[in-house]
């Protein structure tokens, strides 16, 4: 299957400071999707990116589609306690078949 | 109003058993899927069915048998339950595949532990 590469596997980081984490594939997607997942639950959908240097925003969090289409990345702004977690990201290549990434571990010193 | 619910919860099962999970979606989607998520956190796909016709089956051992009654449902029953079997399985759902936007909703998943 496809192979997507997530980076960084953990994050340690202040309580205020901004987080960047990235996804690369060798292959061309359609969609890429970026999910939060806290301990016990399912992944929660954050933000959807459909078009080749699409740039969008849910509050704090901002993800991109890369112009190649074979990434993107996730970017949080100012980050608080509640944005510990698991953050996954997720492409889409035909037929609602999405390929997962790793995950990046997000922890939060307060 | 719970999007993608699956039961159990927990499940805790001896090495040969056979057991079942369900799972339901009250958003309207046509599709529907299986996940196991193993102990490093990789999801993993395994089954996918659109309006109850399998369209995706990844190299799942066939103890696994998916059944699809309708659309809103997509139940898992695995037979003769190994070890390796121990993992947390999502159920999710996606609308139509003919929409342009492709999203993806899970459930809250299902703990299955293989003593």
């Known amino acids: 299957g496809q192979q997507l590469n997530q980076s960084p596997q953990s994050m340690f980081i202040q309580e205020g400071e901004d987080v960047s984490m990235n996804c690369t594939s060798s292959?061309?997607?359609?969609?890429w999707l970026w999910y939060k997942q806290d301990p016990g639950e399912g992944p929660v959908l954050l933000i959807a990116l459909y078009k080749a240097g699409e740039l969008t925003s849910n509050g704090r969090l901002t993800a991109q589609f890369g112009i190649t289409r074979k990434d993107s990345f996730l970017n949080i702004s100012a980050s608080i306690p509640s944005d510990v977690g698991i953050y996954f990201c997720a492409g889409q290549l035909y037929f609602n078949k999405f390929y997962f990434g790793s995950g990046t571990k997000l922890n939060v010193k307060p | 109003d719970t999007a993608v619910s699956q039961t159990p919860k927990y499940l805790v099962t001896q090495m040969g058993n056979d057991k079942s999970i369900k799972c339901e979606q009250n958003?309207?989607?046509?599709?529907m899927y299986w996940y196991k998520q193993d102990s490093k956190k990789f999801l993993k796909i395994m089954f996918s069915?659109?309006?109850?016709?399998?369209?995706i089956n990844e190299t799942v051992p066939n103890r696994f048998s998916p059944k699809s009654p309708d659309k809103a449902h997509l139940n898992l029953h695995i037979n003769s339950l190994e070890l390796g079997d121990s993992a947390v399985y999502f159920c999710a759902s996606s609308p139509t595949l003919l929409a342009g936007h492709h999203t993806q909703y899970f459930g809250p998943g299902t703990r299955l532990t293989v003593l």
């Open positions: 292959s061309i997607f359609n969609t």
């Open positions: 069915y659109n309006n109850k016709e399998l369209i």
């Open positions: 958003l309207g989607h046509d599709t």
